[in-house]
């Protein structure tokens, strides 16, 4: 087993296997438990590689962390020779069986489900990881609301939640506990904040920590959470002790993340009647505009 990590320093161990963390913090957190995951069933040291992480952000703020980890090594491979060239790439599927023999295989994406995170492992839930990060402490009674924005405004599968879901999510909430603060966990803070009072929702705070890490550890402490479609408030209500409320389905075109991942004891709140439907019309509207705009540009060519 590798004591300690060694970040591109050292040769790739034999009968190690091979993993792309990719996305970020939500998504390297599915990742991280994958590949405990994988590690735990092919009975083989993981080498992770760094190089498709978003690099605006430097180096994963968990990285320190993984030292205590005697399964991983992280290998940068665009520095190094960590990683071997003509490794095979294999994407993650539920559908689609692990391969016996996983030696010239790099493992990529992830499996979004609950049964693989409880089987790896690595994440217990109720427990935020990484204790010896120092980040604020919500105050009782808090609730933790999440509102992602961003890159969902131009992906029309993803569909960024309606002022009815929160607001019926509120309505639950407050049935449940006495609310004294409602904290916004955004990736967007002023398009958020502009929605919010738009909408006449109505809150306290907005979180303002540029750590992303630290941020979901404070929303960990919360004792109600409201999710956002998104990995990142999953997690954060995954490690929370607390009532969460889950959009349904999670993503417009995608129910599985539902079935995989929501149990059925969570809250689920409806934040759409018609998923398929808007999603079928959203594609149909991008593409009559991209053919509009070829041939409008031959025209003006012509």
């Known amino acids: 087993m590798i004591a300690k990590i060694d970040i591109l320093n050292t040769e790739s161990p034999r009968g190690s296997i091979f993993f792309s963390l990719q996305g970020r913090l939500g998504n390297q957190l599915f990742g991280l438990a994958n590949a405990h995951y994988l590690s735990k069933f092919y009975g083989a040291n993981v080498i992770i590689d760094l190089s498709d992480l978003p690099t605006d952000a430097g180096e ?3 990285l320190k962390f993984a030292e205590e980890w005697d399964w991983a ?6 520095k190094s020779t960590l990683l071997p060239s003509n490794l095979i790439k294999f994407v993650l599927d539920e559908s689609t069986p692990l391969p016996v023999n996983p030696t010239g295989i790099l493992f990529m994406g992830f499996i979004p489900s609950m049964e693989i995170i409880q089987k790896s492992g690595l994440f217990q839930p109720h427990i935020f990881p990484f204790t010896s990060l120092e980040f604020q402490t919500l105050e009782p009674n808090s609730l933790a609301v999440c509102v992602r924005r961003g890159d ?3 992906n029309p599968h993803l569909g960024i939640l309606p002022k009815k879901y929160y607001v019926k999510a509120f309505k639950i909430i ?10 916004i966990f955004t990736d967007d803070v002023e398009g958020t904040r502009d929605f919010l009072e738009k909408k006449r929702i109505i809150f306290d705070d907005i979180d303002a920590q540029t750590s ?3 941020a ?3 929303l960990s402490t919360a004792s109600a959470v409201i999710c956002a479609n998104s990995t990142f408030s999953f997690w954060g209500a995954y490690f929370a002790k607390a009532p969460y409320i889950v959009p349904h389905p999670f993503y417009l075109s995608d129910k599985d993340w539902n079935k995989n991942l929501i149990r059925s004891s969570d809250i689920k709140v409806i934040h759409t009647h018609f998923p398929n439907m808007i999603y079928t019309l959203n594609l149909v509207k991008r593409r009559i505009t991209r053919i509009w705009n070829r ?3 031959k025209k003006i060519q012509k």
Do not use: V
């Open 295 to 297: 041939l409008f540009l």
């Open 73 to 78: 090594l992280f290998s940068n491979h665009s």
């Open 60 to 62: 994963p703020e968990w």
């Open 152 to 154: 969902y405004n131009s």
């Open 174 to 183: 407050r049935k449940k506990i006495s609310i004294s603060k409602t904290i």
């Open 212 to 214: 992303a890490l630290c």
């Open 216 to 218: 979901l550890g404070t």
